[in-house]
């Protein structure tokens, strides 16, 4: 693919995908404001939206799978928290627009805590970790809410029959 049909790709992925969000937040004003059909035109709109976006990822091969798509989000939240944030700060503060560099600021704390979470998903998915505790624990089905206490969730879900991947590591055995 060539370099000019690759920035193109990426400058139609970030208008779908900013289009995806301004319609959702656009439909929730449009609901609350008793507008149902502009809400649910807004929202149908949002869904294919995110379609377009993802036929655009696809074509851009940036979606791999679960491992790959993890070591993605990884770099992505880094380089937001480590680079992005920090100079957009700087920014903010030489222009003094105090209530965008607290933004800035504070939203680059979330994106490290996302960047460390998914660092540790895929490292307790590479050693084989992500359903197995060394504790016992509660795991929630995410299906039908039963709740097996062990140090893995069942092969399948006694009650509705999901895979043991539809649970959900929870607290402890008697903490709460």
Same mark, same amino acid.
């Given at each position: 693919m060539g370099e000019k049909t690759v920035k193109? %790709?990426? #400058? #139609?992925f970030a208008g779908e995908s900013q289009a /995806?969000?301004?319609?959702?937040f656009f439909a929730a004003v449009a609901r609350k404001e008793g507008w149902l059909e502009i809400a649910e035109f807004?929202?149908? #709109?949002?869904?294919?939206?995110?379609?377009? #976006?993802?036929?655009? %990822?696809?074509? %851009?091969?940036g979606i791999g799978d679960t491992r790959a798509n993890l070591q993605a989000a990884i770099d992505g939240e880094s380089f937001e928290?480590? @680079?992005?944030y920090p100079a957009f700060l700087k920014d903010a503060l030489e222009e003094g627009a105090t209530e965008a560099a607290k933004f800035f600021e504070?939203?680059?704390?979330?994106?490290k805590r996302h960047a460390e979470k998914f660092a540790k998903l895929l490292a307790a998915l590479e050693n084989g970790k992500l359903l197995v505790r060394d504790d016992i624990i509660a795991w929630q089905? /995410?299906?039908c809410g039963f709740v097996h206490e062990g140090t893995e969730p069942p092969e399948k879900c &006694? %009650?509705?029959?999901? @895979?043991?991947?539809f649970y959900? &590591?929870?607290? /402890?055995?008697g903490q709460k």
């Open positions: 193109n %790709l990426l #400058a #139609a /995806r969000n301004k319609y959702t807004f929202e149908e #709109a949002a869904k294919n939206e995110k379609e377009h #976006a993802e036929v655009i %990822l696809k074509l %851009l091969k928290y480590k @680079d992005m504070t939203v680059a704390t979330v994106e089905c /995410r299906e &006694p %009650l509705c029959g999901h @895979d043991r991947t959900r &590591p929870g607290h /402890r055995v």
